[in-house]
């Protein structure tokens, strides 16, 4: 009802959005809130209407509760992905990482835990949608792996895993802004085009710049030889990744 | 004197009723042994010296008066000796014993109860215990056959054997008694074992074996803990469960509030929930404890640490981590990340800085936390770990939580092998230490 408001301008006017939720409350809630910011949402309760609606309509993203009646979140994902690569954001009640973890490897784009908040809600759907559009037509083939100077970056499970087998944690604007790097290896990338990439991580927070964010990255990639040459400083253009990145 | 003496175990116990039964078994039986070891004694006596009565008043009738000293000395034995006298050196008795023995003498040869015949006893001929028995009978020549039969009531020698070997058989029956009760007593002492494993984590199965009411004992232990685990199992479910419901309407909250269009009144909501939202986590994580089968991973707990303390300076708190760039260490990442955040924010809610160092030494990793708060009454340290305790009321502070946050992270280190030191520091504020085991090899530093 307020798709002629003030959020009409914005791109994602068009895009419509599927939610896959059983409780009746959270589904008008959704509903309005996407309204609200211009996206085009159908709700669905369960699996036969969601598979009915993808029948009838073309969606741009998939909002997919993990907790369903009947046939649960994730094989949903699972079945969907054998014929498409629709965008799906798994949406959980247990804040678990054992959901995350598999929700990511059953193909899932992004995950969020309830109870989340509409800015945090509106904040992965624009980063899943920014991120899948190019995303598929650069590299189609499915990407797991990426390895640099024997670190090892795990696609699907967002893991940084050091040269001695340790699992780095990093945080999510941390990893985004290395795989950023990775997809840009050995070419300057100005601190613009970073901000710009990492801002749906960052849209809450005011006074943070992209160099703590590289130099936080730095310290953690830093090793006894010489990690620090991996990111250098291009003076007054931005940053670049110099070591060669192996895909897999 | 009694309780010292009785043994406090129970294998003991039964060792002593044993060693008491085979001692008193002892003592009967060697008062019963020594009866019936006289009396046959007795009779082979009695047989022996009839038989020498009977033969050598026969031979000796026989044999010229020149052979008799042959035949004397072939009848005679080393435990019997015959002689023959012309006045007897035997006087009649009366002893009831020795009419008993004569009793006996003429029951095996009843021809001998015509003739006269004296019994008596002697001290020993030679050098010896007890005393000899004599005794005399005239034949019909007139002469007098005697004879001696040595040591016929010393029994001592013999009931000295027969104590000795009998002491002998007691011990080994009592030691192969101990050891059997000692193998009785392991299924107890796996029970005991069992028992007190019980509680700190993994089920303890006891094996069901030994004794048949032992095997029951460990039967219905087992069965108590399976119900006991099933009991704790279905509460914490139903509790995880609506934990977990309560996310939804939560989240629709969350959702509402941000329909709001007064901003006071929606952050203040908003506030709200995320207090119910912290409290909801921290009974989850508290209720999944032991429960919670995250498996080891090599992690770089310096990238762990640091990841959570520049979460919280993003959020515009004090916060610093001092430590090195890496430290790996093999545990369980996420219980470890809930740990430790949960000892930052505890720092951060009651101070207004926190500082997080992380170290290595004598073989320990340790993670430090300081703020600069209130710090926690000494009197009061060793109880703020234990669940729902509250220190606010005490602090005039409203802090919210349910008082698990140290709870949480005594268990996730406990359960890591190490431990949760907390004390106040000199300036004043909190120093939470978290110290976990590493072994040598499994850990580099950067």
Redesign the interface.
Known sequence: MLADGPWASLPERSLRVLVVEDDPGLRVLLSRTLRENGFRPTTVPASREMWRAMRTAQFDLILLDIMLPGVNGLDLCRTIRTNSAVPIIMVSARGDEVDRVLGLELGADDYIAKPFSNKELLARIRAVLRRTASGPIENPAPRETMQFNDWTVDLRRRSLTSPDGAEVTLSGAEYDLLITFLDNAQRVIGRERLLELSRSRLADVSDRSIDVLVSRLRRKLSDQSGGEGLILTVRGAGYMFTADVERA | MHITLWPKGLIGRITAVILIAIVLEFIGSILLHDQVDTYTTREDHARRVAELLVVGERLLKEAPPEDRHIILQSLSTKHLTAQLSDRPSVKPTTDEKLNRLRTQIVAWEPSLDNNTLRLATAAPSERGKGQDLVGAMQMEDGHWLEFRSRDLFGRWPMLYRTVGTAAILAGGVLLAAAMLVHSLGAPLRALAEAADNVGHGETVTVLERGPRDLSQVARAFNAMQTRISRLIADRTQALAAVG??L?????????????MVDPENREAM?AD?CEM?TML?SV?AYLKGDSDNEPH????LA??V??LV??NA???RDAIYEGP??L?LETR??AM?RAISNLIENGLKYGDRVRVGLDRADGEVRIRVEDDGPGIPEEELEHVTSPFFRLDEARGRDTGGLGLGLSIVCNVVEREGGRLRLSNLAKGGLCAEILLPMAERQS?M?
């Open positions: 977990h419901d996310r939804t309407p939560l989240t629709r909250m969350r959702l509402r509030a941000g329909f908003e929930i939202e986590d989850l991973r090599r992690i770089d990238a762990l640091s990841t520049d979460a993003d959020l515009g760039d890496h790996v990442p996420l990340k580099t950067g």
